[in-house]
């Protein structure tokens, strides 16, 4: 099954304790993506990878690293935590750069740092 | 920068209304309109999208036109079901490949 795998699906932590959260997609997708969900914002977009070795800052990248040395994998890493970034996490794929491209999304991580 | 501005929730609804959610945007080029629909405790999927300009987007029922000329993308659905209960975001899709997302409208159906 075609699919964009999360884990943890719900995390709780502390301030200051180093997380990663997984990303995994099973499409051969070459652009990958993680959005974060807050409450009257919408959707806003951490980072994101055009392909292997190749990321780049979405609109909200501060507190946040990736890294994409698979083409399958693409895990979000908060070196830091603080409360701020409590949130409701989205990994994406799709397949090209087209702009008319569907994105594909894990079922998300609910962190909460506290 | 691209921005979309979407109609403010809840909705409520009885089971077989009309439903329109407003979607405008802003943004420079040419972009692609998406609705993706989020059911409780899942991940956003897409429920339809358009790629230029008066294209119509239909899918389950729902439609969107993608209206350049009031830089408009409303999504429609004539007659609700209590399974259409979902979170519905606007997006655009522009030069970037990145997605920019309205703030979601939560949409809930009563039987």
């Known amino acids: 099954e075609a699919q964009v795998t999360q884990n943890p699906r719900y995390l709780i932590t502390v301030t200051g304790k180093k997380l990663t959260v997984t990303c995994s997609q099973n499409?051969?997708?070459?652009?990958m993506s993680w959005y974060r969900q807050d409450p009257g914002l919408g959707l806003r977009q951490i980072y994101y990878s055009m392909n292997v070795e190749v990321t780049d800052k979405g609109d909200v990248p501060e507190g946040y690293k990736v890294s994409r040395k698979e083409k399958r994998n693409f895990p979000l890493i908060l070196e830091s935590p603080s409360p701020n970034q409590t949130s409701l996490y989205f990994c994406a794929s799709s397949p090209n750069r087209g702009v008319e491209t569907e994105a594909f999304f894990g079922q998300g991580t609910r962190l909460t740092v506290v | 920068g691209n921005s979309v501005t979407q109609m403010e929730g809840p909705v409520t609804l009885s089971e077989e209304a009309f439903l329109t959610i407003n979607c405008t945007y802003t943004a420079t080029g040419y972009p692609s309109l998406f609705w993706y629909v989020q059911y409780p405790g899942e991940g956003l999927q897409l429920l339809l999208k358009?790629?230029?300009?008066?294209d119509k987007g239909s899918n389950k029922g729902f439609e969107a036109t993608y209206r350049k000329e009031t830089t408009s993308f409303h999504l429609e659905k004539g007659s609700v079901q209590v399974s259409d209960s979902a979170v519905y975001f606007c997006?655009?899709?522009?030069?970037?490949?990145?997605?920019?997302f309205g703030s979601g409208t939560q949409l809930t159906v009563l039987p």
């Open positions: 358009a790629t230029k300009a008066d």
């Open positions: 997006a655009l899709s522009g030069s970037a490949r990145q997605l920019t």
């Open positions: 499409m051969n997708h070459e652009y």
